[in-house]
């Protein structure tokens, strides 16, 4: 995962998630700005470096509409007192108005969209949605830990579209606590689950009977294990489609030895509103009109003695209805039992949160997680889909020169015919997981294509940018354009563009900036033309476009450039360069980035071979020292011989390795 500072972010839209989910009070106030404060050193530092912040969070659970009471608005108040500076307020999440403020953003300016929940696409993780929250994005932070077990589109799906990526400080802090919480993890080892659904905690359990000594259950979802031994509790809060789940857990535990405790004794309530009659039973079945409101004192007295001599103890969900005050009490005591273990106590969520900063006892726990849900499964599973995702399609500088086969379908193919030929490479996707597989469709066939390859790992390439981001530039597409249609790569300089429509160095040079500014990834392509390799000029020529179309790229960029080797010559004509004649400029091109940029970025650098590539030379080819994939025309208009050439180069690579 690639911390925060090795993102280039100068001037740059950044999409920053963070969390902002904070109480409020019934006047929609903000009870606590905590979470807010939480992100404000990444927000420092970006704004440190001049990037052009866009931020985004959910509030609440408005489930897919607009709720007034759960705008962002007072947050965007708040934030910018904190910063004293001006937050803008986005009127939505995307769409035109929204796409339009981010193209406005000066470095400096923060853009707080609206709350990311009023869009049901958002927990849908839908692609589309997806691909509109990074239109006009360069760099994604995710500075959300507490959203991160969530496979939702400002998590998960948004860096799919948004190629540089990386973790904001309060993720990192916490992804390095929990790791080092598991990696040490002492025995006794005990988790406390409360909370009212087991549905929400099902594979957390499970996770967790593999690693600790004794799981802990209170709140609502006790009823669901008890009623489902055949206790009748009464009126309280039972999942009647978990019971068959609850019996199985139960079991489960038992088979692994864990020590599964539920509450001894029960408060019981026959209001939620009056506490006025409310009694303390350790037995069954419950009274009918009565239900279940926190645990009781012999429950407390059990807990709190294996609590105490843990000596790693995780906690989350509250033990009874926390939030009235009447049936806080066993959260309240439990929360004193971990603030006087002296192991390490880890405690995530809310409610759990809120109990010992009641009584004064935060300082006394080693670490408040502002994520509850995302602690546990952390602690159940090590991973996250949210941190997973900021890995993917993302090589980390140093990286292995993992296969990239890109397609140049250049002025061919209608939307029809290019949808057919994305669906047959679809079809292949999995045999070809591990390369980089990229295709350029003709503009026209691009939105379609995006909506093809959805969260697939095929990636959209342009097959030109120009460098202007908008205007009076008639037949032209800037790199807004491209980033909206989905494309994360572009090929820049392709010997047809630099003989049919005047591309010379300077506009290559332009056109590679322009992309790099946009996070796009160009495909920069070199190469002589046949007199110039019979004139014996081909490294000279070679030297010189590199020079000249890599010109002002600083080495921080030039790790997201993608090079081709094109040799005019071998290009649509049938003929190859040999294995040898290709080794031998690829090696010199090596050279060159050595030059400008040092041995450890030229020997990560992808350069790709392209000139009548098929499935019949490319084992050959990419078995040599420094051809990392292909660029490939006329053979990438089918799909047999495209996924052909790319399986071909995954085995050389892999023979290679
Ligand atoms: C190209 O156009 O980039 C190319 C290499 O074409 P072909 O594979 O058809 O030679």
Redesign the pocket.
Known sequence: MLQLEELKVEGRTVFLRVDFNVPLTDKGEIRSDARIRAALPTIRYLLSRKAKIVIASHLGRPKGKVIADLSLLPIAGRLSELLGQEVIMAPDVVGPEVYRLKMDLKPGDILLLENLRFRSEETDNDPEFARQLGQGVSCFVNDAFSSCHRSHASVVGITRFVYEKAAGYLLRKEVEFLKKAIEGAQKPYVAILGGSKVSDKIAVIENLMNKVDSILIGGAMAYTFINAQGYAVGRSFVEDDKLALARSLLQKAKEKGVNFYLPQDHLLTPSLEDASHTRVVDTFPFPADMMAVDIGPKTVDLYSWIITRAKTVIWNGPLGIFEKEAFAGGTLKIAEAVAISTGTTIIGGGDSEAAVAKLGLSNKITHISLGGGATLEYLANETLPGLEALDVGFRRFPHPRVPLVAG?W?MNKTIAESKSLLEGILAAETELKDADVVVAPPYTALTEAEKILGRSSIRLAGQDVFWEDRGAYTGEVSPSMLLDAGCRYC?VG???RRQHFGETDETVNRKVRAALTHGITPIF?VGESLKEREQGKTMEVIALQVHAGLAGVEAEEFRFIVT?Y?PIW?????KTATADQAQGVHSFIRSLFKEKYGKGLAGCAIILY?????PANAFSLFKEKDIDG???????LETGSFVEISKEAIKAYKEKK
């Open positions: 140049n250049k090929i392709h010997s047809e392509c081709a094109e071998a290009i649509g004509t049938g392209g000139g009548s590539v098929n292909f660029l490939v025309g006329g053979a990438s």
